[in-house]
């Protein structure tokens, strides 16, 4: 397993939407490991491939405290959303910076498994809105794109600014 270098916003690569993983071989199951081992080093709880520059339809989830609930979703459909949900946050590609977002309370998603099995996930809570932030970016959106022009001006300033004391 290798760390991968996580893309960080506003870099352009983010705002690929990614393909649909067309066979789930050795390849798909190496890049899945990888994904998680970056995501744990990180720390963090969610991990789309889209973050670490590959354009495909991965992404690694563990919101355990234990971290040792693994959750790959490769293909991941939303099929329905219930409720709403106001919750604060974060983003391995945006250091740093946490706000508030609105998601659905429920989801029901579609996707295939590390042996290409297709399941079906009813998830609520904190697993919820994890898999909506992961699917978001697989689509090439960031959280960011859910608060206001003038909060996303102040991020990128502040992420600039970030960039240029640690250069």
């Given at each position: 397993m290798a760390l991968l270098?996580?893309?960080r916003f506003p870099d352009p690569r983010l705002r690929?939407?990614?393909a649909p993983v067309t066979n789930v071989d050795d390849g798909i199951r190496r890049l899945a490991a990888d994904m998680a081992e970056t995501m744990y080093e990180a720390p963090g709880i969610g991990l789309a491939a889209t973050q670490?520059?590959?354009h495909q339809q991965v992404i690694v989830i563990d919101v355990s405290?234990?971290?040792d609930q693994l959750l790959v979703l490769i293909n991941p459909e939303l099929l329905s959303g219930e409720?709403?949900?106001v919750g604060e946050e974060g983003c391995l590609s945006v250091p740093g910076v946490y706000d508030k977002v609105e998601r659905s309370e429920k989801v029901s998603v579609r996707y295939l498994d590390l042996q290409g099995e297709a399941r079906t996930l009813d998830a609520e809570g904190l697993l919820a809105v994890c898999i909506?932030?992961?699917i978001?970016?697989?689509q090439g959106k960031v959280f960011v794109d859910h608060l206001s022009m003038l909060k996303q001006m102040?991020?990128?300033s502040k992420l600039a600014k970030q960039a240029r004391i640690t250069a």
């Open positions: 270098p996580i893309l690929k939407v990614a670490v520059d590959v405290e234990s971290r409720g709403m949900q909506q932030h992961e978001d970016h697989l102040r991020i990128k």
